[in-house]
């Protein structure tokens, strides 16, 4: 098909636009929300087969020719980041049907949530740097609601640091772009790579490339720009939390892989060097900081911290096997991270609590939740032979919620055999809160025991990434 | 003109951080708001000025006859300045709402 590379865009628009038709009408809303992300899901998946067949696909808006209009791309890293994103869309949708309750449904939930993941997706495929800015906002504007919605007092407390520490990073991204135009005179992202290498004044192009990382690196929670994750991805319902542990964070990442891959690449030493120390910063203080916490949002919150350093630090390393690493593994870290925010949820619904001191008993009376938990701890045991000390203090973590959640009887319920502590779920809601569970389970499982395909794109991800030639090319059609 | 407005920019850059480093919320809302007119300045002064001749292209030409106006910055400004009012208008609501919510207390820290 012809504008395959649009869809992904235009499927979340017309559904949210589409949702808000019937605002007040949760179930039309909740129908119309499902479908969206089934066809999103196809059109994604459609879109990656396309690229890996045919190579890397450009599309011009207007028939503007690229440097002059704005160009959509979609090379490997986007088509793997927009099928992982139309993977997480659907799942994570499917779990909020039992999850999010009906005011928030009713007041536009699923539109919101469209219009996020077009605002994800818009950014993985745009290749005009000003377009990337706009796709931004979209995302932050919708997050912004997401997060806030339900008007409970730790929502918009966290909504206040995380609306305002994103509004000043927006600020910088801005900045940036703007020094950008003003040194090379255009906004093409393909173009600005060929341009910037023939500035005169080198230093002032790295000077510029700290905007871009300062912005990009508020937007992916790095040392030491990450105070507003822990403070605010606890609030929401567990849904919102999910997609937001899932896929706000790797933007950033990715925004970051594609700045330092295709744009700045004339002073590694001095710019990659930076990256490297804040990538082991932020692996360190991640654990460090899980390790204080009792509340399994909150932990889970500091791993993704952590976890963003090891994706950094393959960027950091610039060798095409770090590179692989790094789309590898953030294609895994959101499948788990995801899935374990969803675990975590499905754990409260049953305990009552996101406390590890009121948690409990899941081990003896839901045996196979606790495989599917063992199942992604065994993860952290993967990263452990990464990067023994910080892989260590991750699994510390994860066993702490283990003991606590799992293994230790509930509190209060201590010589109970009936299982009477927990609260009911109708099967319903069961099916609809363990489907994705098992889904995201069942392919982590499958990446671990057959990584070869996932080993294969990462590896044509990762050579389209140390070579841009062909990107430059597909874009400006030479 | 460009070394004025940089010298109005960095002025409005500094104000914004002034702004942004006080405990009151509204005056960090402020602040932000201030610091997105700078960049949208910035991004203005980064084009080039050119006085007094619009972007016109003649009737039958192809290429404007004199130096003109960079359009494109004005463009990039344009956009700027909308999202920027749709971010600010929902985060004065959302202060708003905190305000009525938790009181009057600053920020509170972690």
């Given at each position: 098909m012809d504008h395959l590379l649009t869809l992904p865009v235009i499927i979340p628009l017309l559904t949210g636009a589409l949702g808000f038709l019937f605002y007040k009408n949760g179930t039309a809303q909740r129908w119309i929300g499902l479908a969206g992300t089934v066809a999103l899901l196809i059109a994604s998946i459609l879109l990656l087969v396309d690229v890996w067949s045919n190579g890397i696909q450009a599309e011009q808006f207007g028939n503007w020719p690229a440097p002059f209009g704005i160009s959509f791309v979609a090379d490997l890293l986007s088509s793997i980041m927009i099928t992982i994103s139309g993977v997480m869309g659907f799942v994570v949708a499917v779990y909020a049907v039992a999850d999010i309750d009906k005011t928030r449904e009713k007041f536009g939930f699923y539109p919101l949530y469209h219009i996020l993941l077009m605002g994800i997706n818009g950014t993985f495929l745009t290749g005009d740097i000003f377009n990337m800015y706009v796709w931004f906002e979209v995302m932050l504007i919708s997050s912004f609601v997401l997060l806030a919605l339900g008007n409970s007092k730790a929502q918009l407390d966290g909504a206040v640091k995380y609306v305002i520490i994103n509004l000043v990073g927006s600020a910088i991204f801005l900045m940036g772009i703007g020094f950008l135009y003003g040194l090379t005179?255009?906004?093409n992202m393909a173009e600005l790579s060929v341009r910037l290498n023939e500035v005169d004044n080198a230093g002032l192009v790295t000077t510029v490339s700290m905007f871009f990382m300062v912005s990009f690196g508020i937007k992916a929670a790095v040392?030491?720009?990450?105070?507003?994750l822990p403070a605010s991805y606890h609030t929401p319902p567990v849904a919102i939390s999910a997609i937001f542990a899932g896929m706000l964070t790797k933007v950033g990442v990715y925004t970051l892989i594609r700045a330092f891959t295709?744009?700045?690449?004339?002073?590694v030493a001095y710019t990659h060097h930076i990256i490297l120390w804040i990538s082991g910063l932020t692996m360190l203080i991640g654990v460090l900081g899980a390790a204080a916490q009792s509340e399994v949002r909150r932990i889970l919150s500091f791993h993704i911290i952590s976890q963003i350093g090891y994706m950094i630090m393959g960027l950091a390393l610039y060798t095409p096997l770090a590179l692989i690493g790094s789309v590898f593994y953030i294609v895994h870290h959101i499948i788990v991270k995801t899935n374990l925010f969803l675990v975590g949820g499905l754990a409260r619904k049953l305990t009552?609590?996101?406390e590890l001191k009121k948690m409990g008993g899941l081990y003896r009376y839901y045996p196979w939740l606790t495989l599917i938990y063992a199942a992604l701890e065994i993860d952290s045991y993967w990263i452990a032979g990464v990067a023994l000390l910080v892989g260590l203090l991750t699994l510390f973590s994860m066993t702490k919620i283990w003991m606590a959640a799992f293994w230790t009887p509930l509190p209060g319920y201590e010589n109970d055999t009936t299982g009477a502590g927990f609260n009911k779920i109708s099967r319903r809601d069961m099916f609809l809160l363990v489907f994705p569970i098992v889904t995201l389970a069942t392919l982590t499982i499958i990446i671990g025991l057959y990584p070869e395909p996932f080993y294969e794109l990462s590896l044509k991800a990762a050579e389209d990434l140390l070579d841009p030639t062909n990107y430059i090319n597909a874009v400006l059609g030479k | 003109m460009e070394p004025l407005l940089a010298i109005v920019v960095g002025v409005l850059f500094s104000t914004a951080i002034y702004l942004m480093m006080q405990r009151n919320l509204i005056r960090i809302v402020i602040g932000v708001i201030i610091l997105s007119n700078a960049v949208n300045l910035l991004i203005f002064t980064l084009g080039r000025l050119t006085r007094a001749s619009a972007p016109l292209i003649p009737y039958?030409?192809?290429?404007?006859?004199e130096d003109i106006a960079n359009p494109l910055p004005q463009a990039l400004v344009l956009t700027a300045i909308v999202i920027g009012f749709g971010l600010f208008a929902f985060a004065l609501v959302l202060t708003y709402r905190t305000y009525k919510e938790i009181g009057t207390k600053p920020v509170k820290e972690g």
């Open positions: 005179g255009t906004l040392f030491p720009l990450f105070f507003w295709l744009l700045f690449t004339q002073e009552g609590s996101y | 039958g030409q192809n290429v404007p006859l």
